[in-house]
């Protein structure tokens, strides 16, 4: 195993221990802007404005639910194509492209041409938040003190959260001028990240030097790593009814306004902001195995609320939860694969791929079929959060289940 890279500079120089560390915080930085345009920015932002379009008149409403999904869709199609697109161009150039296309689909959704230049547009987004999803965290972590690793991959992934939380509260100024000139505050936002990040990606890229030792062999992983798959498919799952309807379910369902909507908006994003950093403790006090089933019981039953009642408090503590989870989620499983991997780089390089291309596929095929259940009903918002409650229930079954199944084994072998 070769020398741990964060130990010294981009000329083999070694590094003072406090550059050593604003090193790494330079590198956060450019992780947190990555996360904020190509998931804060370029795919949530589009939530709060889907009363305005529908409003405006540029889509029907079961049309902005399907150019929801469009950016879905993209995002499963990012996930499967970031690591053969870091194979032939580097991590940082693909991090580096993505971002300005993130930034350029903001644009192009200010001239709504056509449903199917939206759709098309959308899509690319959604592209850019996969590819980012999958790369950027594992551009930084191997130039970052193992004691930092924590706190810097929280610092990555709060950027969705800090997106959520801008557009909830920049869009509604934006509205007040219109969509078009909403979208061109976005890209202008998106532009000013990408340049800040730009110059602050580590020189060297762990993509070049994972694929020059792939003939090593690889560790044996655990049969655990498909069950997480499929329970992180299931949190994609449980995710999605609060992603893709909250804002519209408060603006339109409850008829509380845009205004209204925002604001839940925001409380989802400021979640968002915490989730990362508080799932991050929990899991280095209490294991990555354990924090995950405290996550999905929480998750079951904050998902569900809104179908149970429409309180205000009720509501809030629901957006709140499950923002928190959106990106919260992500360290949680991030390590857990570690854990089931403890040796290999490159094999939870491709283990963490593999598991977002999971979480992606579930969610855009969620995200499809929620919005086809949507307009069968005639607008049922509450089935849709008794569908996400039910699946982050079923990931805490199945992980139960399978701790049950290894308990048994272990009894029978030590008898």
């Avoid at 956060?28 to 008149?57: D, K, N």
């Avoid at 989802?268 to 924090?291: I, K, Q, S």
Wanted: glycine letters at 12%; proline letters at 6%; hydrophobic letters at 55%.
């Amino acid at each position: 195993m070769s020398a741990t890279p964060h130990r010294s500079g981009h000329h083999g120089h070694a590094l003072h221990p406090k550059q050593e560390a604003g090193q790494a915080w330079r590198f956060a930085a450019a992780g947190l802007c990555a996360s904020l345009v190509g998931l804060g920015l370029a795919r949530f932002a589009y939530t709060p404005l889907i009363p305005a379009l529908i409003a405006a008149e540029w889509f029907s409403p079961s049309d902005v639910i399907y150019l929801g999904a469009a950016n879905l869709a993209g995002y499963l199609a990012g996930a499967l194509a970031a690591r053969p697109l870091a194979a032939r161009t580097g991590s940082i150039r693909a991090l580096r492209g993505t971002m300005l296309l993130a930034t350029l689909s903001c644009l192009a959704c200010a001239m709504p041409v056509a449903f199917a230049w939206f759709f098309a547009w959308r899509f690319l987004a959604g592209f850019s938040g996969g590819v980012i999803m999958v790369l950027a965290a594992s551009a930084i972590l191997p130039h970052t003190a193992p004691g930092k690793r924590g706190l810097v991959g929280g610092v990555i992934f709060a950027g969705v959260g800090l997106g959520i939380a801008a557009s909830g509260t920049l869009v509604p100024l934006l509205l007040q001028q219109g969509p078009r000139e909403s979208w061109l505050g976005l890209a202008a936002l998106s532009g000013v990240l990408t340049l800040v990040a730009w110059p602050n990606w580590p020189k060297a890229d762990p993509a070049v030097a994972s694929h020059a030792g792939a003939g090593a062999t690889r560790p044996r992983q655990s049969a655990a790593i498909p069950v997480l798959m499929l329970q992180y498919g299931l949190n994609a799952v449980a995710l999605v009814p609060h992603m893709v309807f909250v804002v519209d379910f408060v603006a339109r369902g409850l008829g509380q306004g845009i205004a209204a909507g925002s604001q839940y908006w925001v409380l989802y994003g400021l979640g968002a902001v915490a989730g990362p950093l508080l799932t991050g403790h929990l899991a280095d006090r209490a294991g990555f195995g354990p924090a995950l089933r405290v996550a999905f019981l929480v998750q079951a039953v904050a998902a569900a609320l809104p179908a149970v009642t429409t309180a205000p408090a009720a509501l809030i503590v629901s957006c709140i939860v499950i923002g928190g989870f959106t990106p919260g989620i992500v360290p949680l499983v991030l390590g857990r694969i570690h854990e089931l991997i403890p040796h290999g780089a490159e094999a939870q390089r491709a283990a963490w791929g593999r598991a977002t291309t999971m979480f992606a596929l579930f969610q855009a095929g969620a995200a499809y079929g929620l919005a086809a259940l949507f307009d069968r009903t005639g607008g049922d918002y509450r089935i849709l959060f008794v569908i996400g409650g039910t699946a982050a229930a079923l990931a805490l079954a199945i992980d139960l289940a399978l701790a049950l199944t290894v308990r048994a084994r272990s009894s029978g072998a030590s008898s």
